[in-house]
């Protein structure tokens, strides 16, 4: 695909489950639906927000065929294949290539702390493996501080044709700065962090994968469609209803990734519970999610 097509808000879809953890293939296409109907310009399967952390090898295929199905060629589907091993990365890049994946995300390795030369020789070997575009992931927070540095990078940018963006889920625009800064002019830089998408974009990001589409992905194309117009005083205002949602998350209660899945319940579509240990959120927690919801302008 062409690497232009990745733009935009791309929402890193929640994987519908039964009450019992075992996956809801069904409850894809009605997920798929709510997003597109927003106008999204991609979506995202088998992210963080998606569980790929609690999902086999098996079941990540399963839920990325139900996605390609449900998407049939309407946007670019990007499928989650990073992985704590490089072979398990390949194995899933690879199958993910086959089943139809236009693009991949591939986060840094969690619970282990390579080094940069580890982790660029890891990004090599995969990009190698296949032929798609590659995107790599970095999100600190969530893999013991493991980050994927700038020079790191624009190395693996330099290097191989196909690695031909990143998310970066710093939540540190310095960061996020520093990536576009030291590579290519055509090398797709997307915010992961929700409440950056507008100031992500004036630096040069090419749009965010943001939780939240899930929830409000109209609020968040708005931003990114007022901005691309020149609307700034727009696009900032719906930042601000973005940010407010994003910000609000953690005070609610609930372990992630369980408010978004909420959120979703509360809208009519329906994905279930996370998989535990992960529980879903209780009856106040639920109370408190949907007054914000209200707030932003969601009737729930």
Do not use: W
């Amino acid at each position: 695909m062409d690497r232009t097509q990745l733009r935009g808000v791309i929402p890193p879809l929640a994987t519908p489950l039964h009450d019992d953890g075992s996956l809801n293939l069904a409850a894809i296409a009605p997920l798929v639906e709510h997003v597109l109907a927003a106008g999204v310009h991609g979506v995202f399967a088998t992210g963080s927000q998606g569980e790929a952390f609690a999902l086999s090898a098996d079941e990540r295929r399963q839920v990325l065929d139900a996605v390609l199905d449900a998407v049939n060629g309407r946007v670019p589907v990007m499928a989650g294949t990073g992985a704590i091993t490089t072979r398990d990365a390949v194995a899933l890049s690879r199958a993910a290539e086959a089943a139809g994946a236009d693009c991949l995300s591939v986060i840094t390795p969690y619970f282990i702390t390579p080094t940069q030369d580890e982790l660029y020789a890891h990004y090599a070997e995969i990009a190698s493996a296949v032929s798609i575009p590659v995107l790599a992931y970095s999100n600190p927070g969530r893999t013991g501080g493991v980050r994927l540095a700038p020079d790191t990078q624009a190395r693996l940018a330099a290097e191989f044709p196909n690695i031909v963006g990143v998310k970066d889920s710093s939540g540190d625009l310095s960061e996020t700065a520093a990536l576009i800064r030291a590579c290519p002019s055509d090398f797709r830089v997307f915010v992961g962090r929700d409440s950056l998408l507008y100031a992500g974009l004036c630096y040069g990001a090419v749009g965010a994968v943001a939780m939240t589409a899930n929830v409000i992905p109209e609020l968040l194309v708005g931003v990114y469609e007022a901005f691309c117009a020149g609307d700034h005083a727009r696009a900032r205002a719906l930042q601000d209803r973005v940010t407010l949602l994003r910000e609000a998350l953690p005070g609610i209660g609930g372990s992630y990734p369980a408010p978004v899945k909420a959120a979703l319940e509360l809208l009519g579509v329906p994905v279930g519970p996370p998989r535990r240990p992960i529980r879903p959120l209780n009856d106040a927690q639920r109370e408190r999610l949907r007054a914000v919801l209200r707030q932003v302008g969601k009737d729930v």
